[in-house]
């Protein structure tokens, strides 16, 4: 009988086991869509207005051969890129869609809030991902994962536009420093994304960087940031792979 008791028991408590709800684990921001706030106090708006005047853009345009998707330094194609962005881009019905600031949630955002909505470019061109590593220092892996879901939007929204995915680009002027090894770990897994395909990976780091692997602030000032300089080496160094993409 005590046996019994005590098998009945063990049945019972695994049964228990099974009643208990799991809980579902919150998913990293990194990976949930959302708007970003400007971080601008005397231009509250800036983002949104970004967001609405690209939406017009794109709409206006008679078509959209090539698209730049990315944060700050896709942004400053319309600063201190603008040179490059004529010499390179002018001609090709590009629409770029960097907003300074971004990270992978905010690229998630505006890819589901239009964008790219009704348009049929040949090539997407994007670099995203160090913003997560400046402000939150997340982990290469949430990056990463951040990226896919990118990738994954923009193979369901633009079926036959081929990808071309960049390397995050160095930052910092160390080899060692703590933010470059974050996303020299990001590149180490979004490489793994390319499938030779839709999506393509290219790595250009090492254009911008010394012998001995320091950034100059003669490429980027802030160590971060290209200019104008930096601007030409990114565009040239992409650019048999664009032409190869886009079928020119």
Same mark, same amino acid.
């Given at each position: ?45 800036? $983002? ?16 959209? @051969?090539?698209?730049? #998707? ?15 962005? %004529? ?17 992978? &949630?905010?690229?998630? $955002? ?8 009704? *348009?049929?470019? %040949? ?17 290469? /892996?949430?990056?990463?994962?951040? #990226? ?13 536009? %081929? ?15 703590? %933010? ?5 770990? #990001? ?7 390319? @499938? ?13 960087? /010394? &012998? ?6 003669? #490429? ?12 030409? *080496?990114?565009?040239?160094? *992409?650019?048999?792979?664009?032409? /190869?993409?886009?079928?020119?």
């Amino acid at each position: 009988m005590r046996s019994f008791s005590l098998l009945s028991y063990c049945v019972a408590l695994v049964a228990m086991t099974f009643m208990v709800p799991a809980v579902a684990e919150e998913p990293h921001e990194a990976h949930v869509a959302a708007p970003r706030s400007s971080g601008d106090p005397a231009n509250p708006n800036w $983002w949104d207005k970004r967001h609405a005047d690209k939406l017009k853009a794109k709409d206006a345009a008679d078509k959209v @051969d090539l698209v730049l #998707i990315g944060d700050s330094i896709t942004h400053g194609f319309e600063g201190a890129g603008k040179e490059t962005f %004529k010499k390179y881009y002018a001609d090709r019905n590009t629409l770029n869609l960097g907003f300074s600031g971004d990270r992978t &949630e905010h690229v998630l $955002w505006r890819l589901e809030h239009g964008e790219v909505d009704g *348009i049929h470019p %040949k090539l997407v061109v994007m670099m995203i991902g160090t913003n997560n590593t400046g402000h939150r220092q997340d982990a290469p /892996e949430i990056t990463a994962k951040g #990226i896919r879901m990118i990738l994954d939007q923009l193979r369901t929204r633009l079926p036959e536009a %081929k990808i071309l995915l960049l390397g995050v680009f160095p930052r910092s002027a160390s080899v060692d420093d703590s %933010k470059r090894k974050i996303n020299d770990g #990001i590149n180490d897994i979004i490489a793994t994304y390319d @499938d030779g395909e839709m999506i393509h990976f290219l790595n250009i780091n090492d254009k911008f960087l /010394e &012998e001995d692997g320091t950034l100059s602030k003669e #490429i980027m000032p802030d160590l971060l940031h290209p200019k104008q300089k930096g601007y030409g *080496i990114w565009a040239e160094a *992409i650019e048999p792979k664009v032409k /190869e993409l886009m079928g020119e």
